[in-house]
């Protein structure tokens, strides 16, 4: 009886040790990819877009958001030459000309914040982009701003702002 639960004792403490050098192992790998993508926060300040001020803390949020879900089609730099680019039917939007069909304003303009989300939320799902209605509005809103970073368009003296669809908004 006696060396029988010795067994079971040894055969446990075997068991525990086995279980533990396994999540030591994940613990370790988990740890070194969360690392790997975190790279140093690109923003240190606020930023005007199109006369408008956006923090840093959404800029960084919007950055990390694109390099998850856009930069694949986009490319890191907008530019549309992300690596899944070469197998959709219709070329991923360069994203540094800040020039979008799906614009409710005239070509000169810029597009306003509402219109760029319903692009994210809704995507153009007959031309390979899919939609993020499941992403938080503010996620979807930070990853507006980002975008917005990546075209001198919304960096120019704010005669480029035609309507008043940019007229500050407070958020
Ligand atoms: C699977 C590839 C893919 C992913 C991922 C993707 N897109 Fe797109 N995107 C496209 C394609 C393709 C187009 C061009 C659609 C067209 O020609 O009408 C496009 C177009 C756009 C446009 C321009 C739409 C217009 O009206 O001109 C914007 C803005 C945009 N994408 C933003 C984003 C953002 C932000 C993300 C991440 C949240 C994203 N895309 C993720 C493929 C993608």
């Known amino acids: 009886m006696a060396w029988q639960s010795v067994v079971r004792v040894a055969n446990t403490k075997a068991h525990q040790t086995a279980g533990w050098q396994h999540f030591r192992c994940w613990g370790v790998l988990t740890m070194s990819m ?19 001020e956006v923090s840093a803390d959404v800029l960084n949020q919007g950055e990390r958001l694109y390099r998850r879900y ?15 680019a070469k197998q959709l039917p219709f070329p991923p939007r360069d994203l540094r000309t800040g020039q979008f069909q799906t614009a409710s304003l ?66």
């Open 34 to 52: 969360a690392c790997a993508e975190a790279p140093e926060p690109r923003f240190a300040a606020a930023v005007r877009l199109g006369g408008v």
């Open 70 to 84: 856009c930069a694949s089609c986009h490319g890191e730099d907008g530019s549309g030459t992300g690596a899944m």
């Open 106 to 171: 005239d070509a000169d303009a810029l597009p306003s914040d509402d219109d760029l989300e319903s692009i994210v939320r809704d995507g153009r799902p007959a031309r390979g982009m899919p939609g993020w209605a499941g992403l938080r509005p503010e996620d979807r809103f930070a990853v507006v701003q980002f975008i917005k970073t990546l075209s001198p368009r919304w960096q120019a003296p704010n005669d480029a702002l035609k309507s008043d669809a940019l007229k500050s908004r407070d958020r």
